[in-house]
């Protein structure tokens, strides 16, 4: 079963738009955190934002936040006024402190077409 | 600011032939590295987690055999694909992991053909 579920794989917005992506994800463990991740179309992996159980994070400032649930395990990514530059695949993770090993897993991404 | 060097970017190998990509952390002490590869139309897999005087631990379907890592200080690491063949094919990410931000920053990522 998958533990970080990005239910949408595509999806376009105009321009000036806000934007919410929204993940959802399974987990026993205590102790996990939550990240948001855009990928580039040049391999670069960028961190978004970092969700602590209790603190929040924004690694790129201005236009990026989120909507964390924990009691329903769900965070979701908001970007307003929606730019080209944009456009990319967003990836949700989780990361869980299991045994000593930390292991970070993948929603299946959600790209998004920014329409200028 | 943490970054991580990944390299080669992309890289070309004949089937059967083997590649090594190599990640460097800069800026912060790289205590664990992760090994991840996105193969077409999948999300990203991990292959295995390397910390430093510990032992590495691989993920289901992947092996030292098949994926060795080398991990030899706080900066640097190493993954080699043995035999590559054409399931082989995808980005290969590497993340380095902050311990004072407890946070994986990634490289720019090794893009792996097979022909």
């Known amino acids: 079963a998958q533990k970080v579920i990005q239910v949408w794989s595509t999806t376009s917005r105009q321009e000036g738009e806000k934007l919410t992506l929204d993940c959802s994800y399974k987990?026993?463990?205590?102790?996990?955190?939550l990240f948001w991740y855009k990928h580039l179309l040049s391999g670069e992996m960028v961190l978004l934002i970092r969700?602590?159980?209790?603190?929040?994070a924004i690694e790129r400032s201005g236009r990026y936040s989120v909507v964390f649930q924990k009691s329903r395990k769900s965070i979701s990514l908001v970007i307003s006024t929606l730019q080209p530059d944009d456009s990319g695949k967003y990836f949700c993770?989780?990361?869980?402190?299991?045994?000593?090993?930390?292991?970070?897993?993948f929603g299946q991404g959600t790209v998004l077409s920014v329409i200028p | 600011g943490a970054l991580v060097y990944q390299y080669p970017r992309r890289t070309i190998c004949k089937s059967g032939t083997s590649m090594r990509m190599e990640c460097q952390a800069v800026?912060?002490?790289?205590?664990?590295v992760a090994w991840y590869r996105q193969s077409p139309q999948k999300t990203f897999e991990l292959i295995a987690l390397?910390?430093?005087?510990?032992?590495?631990?691989?993920e289901q379907n992947f092996t030292q055999e098949k994926f060795p890592i080398s991990h030899p200080n706080l900066s640097f690491s190493s993954m080699t694909v043995l035999n590559a063949y054409l399931e082989d094919r995808g980005l290969y990410l590497c993340?380095?992991?902050?311990?004072?931000?407890?946070?994986?920053?990634f490289g720019a990522g090794t893009r792996l053909s097979v022909l």
């Open positions: 993770a989780l990361w869980e402190a299991t045994g000593g090993n930390n292991k970070l897993t």
């Open positions: 987990t026993s463990q205590v102790l996990y955190h």
């Open positions: 969700q602590m159980p209790s603190t929040i």
């Open positions: 800026g912060f002490q790289a205590t664990s």
């Open positions: 390397s910390t430093v005087n510990s032992a590495i631990k691989y």
């Open positions: 993340g380095a992991r902050d311990v004072s931000q407890n946070t994986l920053y």
